[in-house]
């Protein structure tokens, strides 16, 4: 019987340990991720941004969607760019361009390993909550000249950073801008739709 009782003390400290050891992992990734893109949060994605780069090892670009304004018809791109490289370089992005139009740039500062810079509408940029108490994430606001992209269909963007020797290119997808938690798209009639509020 005290075998046994042992054997279920060990097994019970052993599942413990699990436990304690996923939770502090699942903190350890939530902070990190609350700290970067914060402002994610406050929005509804329309479309999963494509990707490319080297995620693990060096820099990156993540969620890139081409966005067109549905009334003005005025463009932008949407991404977020990463440096995970453990050398400690620093990344700087110099241009962007969608299918050849020279996409327009703000501020755009180096980006440190373990930080992020995000690239957003000068609206987005404005109304959603940006976490300007962290360092080690920038945004840049991006605007780029309407080549008649048509929603849902995919153009090249390329992103050319000053210490890669060939820029990093993927297919983006064309989508409206992402909207404000709690908002959806309703009756979209190709840029004629209006947008319903949820409470």
Request: aromatic share 4%; with cysteine; proline share 4%.
């Amino acid at each position: 019987m005290e075998d046994i009782a042992v054997k279920s003390q060990k097994s019970a400290l052993r599942r413990g340990g699990f436990a304690v050891a996923a939770a502090l992992s699942a903190v350890a990734l939530a902070a990190c991720s609350a700290g970067q893109i914060s402002q994610t949060a406050q929005k509804v994605s329309a479309v999963d941004g494509a990707h490319g780069g080297d995620r693990a090892q060096g820099v990156s670009v993540t969620d890139v969607t081409v966005l067109v304004d549905t009334k003005t018809g005025e463009a932008a791109v949407d991404f977020v760019a990463t440096n995970q490289d453990p050398s400690g370089k620093a990344y700087t992005l110099q241009d962007v361009s969608v299918d050849g139009n020279k996409v327009n740039l703000g501020d755009v500062k180096p980006i440190e390993e373990g930080c992020a810079l995000i690239g957003d509408t000068d609206e987005n940029l404005k109304e959603n909550p940006t976490d300007k108490g962290a360092d080690c994430t920038h945004y840049t606001a991006t605007s780029v000249k309407n080549g008649n992209f048509a929603y849902g269909g995919n153009v090249p963007v390329e992103f050319k950073f000053a210490e890669l020797g060939e820029p990093i290119v993927v297919d983006a997808t064309v989508s409206a801008p992402t909207l404000p938690a709690g908002q959806v798209p309703r009756d979209y009639t190709g840029g004629q739709g209006e947008t319903a509020h949820h409470h």
